[in-house]
């Protein structure tokens, strides 16, 4: 069996990325490739051998420790593990008791826990997380990543105890972080925004798409507003304006232009909030009202929107609408999107921008 | 003792926002008030008395379930814990032996667990979680919050066996929830993106500020960039885009304008980026590298900044070239920061747009 080969091998076969701390290429984010997915979704795929660390100087754990419960993985264990140790010397063990957790070297001197290898038993886990950061130390090794599936919570506080903090979490998991060194963390941080988005859309009557909302602030009772929303994971903001404006009201629209966006702070979570105003075009006119979020939905004159005094009356409605009427008057100039792929992320982005004209209609649509 | 003005006056003194799943506003966020902060540094503070929620049919606890072990939260009980059943009745308990878990109603149906009152036991914890999730249920709540410190890991596999799952983590904290009505979740997702900057800086001899990481993709070995980084919890795009610039290269600037950004998913832990390039005016010339992140650093000339193979060559690079020409040739409007505040959530947020104006030169700078 050549071991070898499946230790050069593995690694790619499980990579995908994350952000670093720094941007790397002019615009595009440092890719921090690491030896296994974050995604709660990720499967990696049994059956393929992993790379994974020495114990140090050989230590033979004790099964006092739980270790001889390790279950699944003595599968691979007993079927090839190899060691690669600081020497970059391969080494096959075929006992149950030498292991420490499996894991991948990411980029930055990083090592990343194959969350899809852990022991079962938690005093196993225990006895190998402390083992494994004792062999990663002496190998200089810096932020550990450690993601523990929802169904195995109960290593969670085995991990904290050991000196592991959150880093973040989803439904399925979450995402525990060691660094090693001395000084403070260089691990990137969580996401740390929302996005929203919101539709202007307006018919050839110049009447406004508005809503009221089932559940708004007693400051906002009574207010016609246009239809807003949060997007979902992975998608765009004109996918996302789109898609509000047909669940709140059942109108078909396309995208034409973001045309101001609203940055704000400690809104959810002590997260931030960034609000995307977009003009829509109306390519459908009869409303059909979303029960559940929404209490009414109308098509209203452009001058009775515009006049409600809670708009007049508030420094940011009102700038917004007057922005809304300079585009409509063809005095201002949104930021239409634009496909583009750069070969060094090879990932397909969208790049918001005007239309470059040299006439005072900046509208290219 | 009047338990009466406890339960009206307490909730409002803990209230913070976090969003729901929807804008109730013209643009601004669908603020959720619950009844205690969600942020890790917030800190109840002890000696008000909370509104709490009574136990079902006044059950008692045996002491078999560890509940004489509650420690201080007997204090809170013993000296004046007042029960807000369904009736709306007030009562008060003296005895220690009667409890769910200390915590608030939030304004959409749900339940908000105090995270300051968590009892110390993990069996007095498991008890209390299980009575109160049967009490919530039986007074129809929705949502239920459940914020577990970092040094209570050891109640995570507990609210874990009980049906609750991740919502979100920061270092210090993980955050559980439990959707207790038939069909999907309605609580608000988690933070969904990671916002950079870049600053382009040009100066009066037409040089553009550039630098060259020490880490880089073999990609964009050699490529001289723009300084770009991460923006700060709760920072703003252009302070964020002015202080990346000044760390990485030692020059001062002044924000002039957004002028284009992109947006890309799947990027860190499956999550969405959104880049910002920014415009700036140097406001100092003397150069002084950040040793840990960048290589070098240096003002080049912008035609030889142009002319890069690396930027030439790439169509997402040139793109964003030719605007910062369009933009220095006044043939392109950027969008520039303004400072709203809206009564409708008494917010101080930056709104981002062009400057309206009828001629050519959009630049209001």
């Not at 990325?17 to 490739?33: E, P």
């Not at 979303?290 to 929107?305: G, N, R, S, T």
């Not at 063809?330 to 090879?346: A, E, I, M, N």
Request: aromatic content about 10%; overall charge negative; glycine content about 8%.
């Amino acid at each position: 069996m050549d071991l070898k080969s499946f230790s050069s091998t593995s690694v790619s076969t499980f990579e995908v990325d994350h952000v670093g701390r720094s941007y790397s290429t002019l615009i595009s984010s440092f890719r921090h490739k690491v030896g296994v997915g974050f995604s709660p979704h990720f499967k990696c795929r049994r059956g393929l051998f992993l790379r994974t660390y020495s114990a140090p100087d050989n230590t033979y754990l004790t099964d006092k420790a739980g270790i001889s419960s390790v279950g699944e993985d003595n599968l691979a264990t007993e079927t090839g593990l190899h060691i690669n140790g600081t020497s970059g010397s391969i080494r096959s063990f075929y006992t149950r008791n030498l292991r420490v957790l499996d894991a991948f070297d990411d980029e930055y001197g990083g090592v990343v826990v194959d969350p899809d290898r852990l022991p079962s038993n938690p005093y196993t886990f225990a006895a190998l997380l402390r083992l494994s950061l004792s062999h990663w130390k002496k190998m200089g090794k810096k932020g550990i990543w450690l993601k523990l599936p929802l169904e195995q919570s109960d290593l969670v506080p085995i991990a904290v105890k050991e000196g592991f903090q959150y880093h973040h979490a989803e439904p399925g998991y979450v995402m525990l972080t060691y660094w090693i060194p001395e000084g403070p963390s260089m691990l990137p941080a969580n996401a740390s925004h929302q996005v929203g988005v919101g539709g202007f859309v307006i018919n050839d009557n110049n009447e406004v798409l508005v809503v009221q909302e089932k559940h708004c602030s007693p400051a906002t009772l009574g207010l016609w507003k246009i239809p807003t929303g949060f997007i979902l994971e992975a998608e765009e903001i004109y996918t996302g304006a789109v898609r509000e404006v047909k669940e709140e009201t059942g109108i078909e629209t396309e995208f034409i232009e973001v045309i101001a966006f609203r940055h704000a702070h400690n809104v959810a979570f002590e997260k931030s909030d960034l609000f995307f105003i977009c003009m829509l075009r109306p390519l459908s006119l009869k409303i059909n009202v979303d029960d559940l979020e929404i209490a009414a939905a109308k098509w209203m004159p452009l001058v009775e929107f515009l006049e409600q005094p809670l708009i007049q009356e508030d420094s940011m409605f009102k700038k917004i609408v007057d922005i809304f009427i300079a585009r409509l008057g063809k005095r201002y100039c949104g930021l239409s999107t634009h496909q583009v792929v750069s070969k060094f992320d090879g990932m397909v982005s969208s790049l918001y921008y005007n239309v470059i004209d040299n006439e005072d209609n900046c509208v290219g649509n």
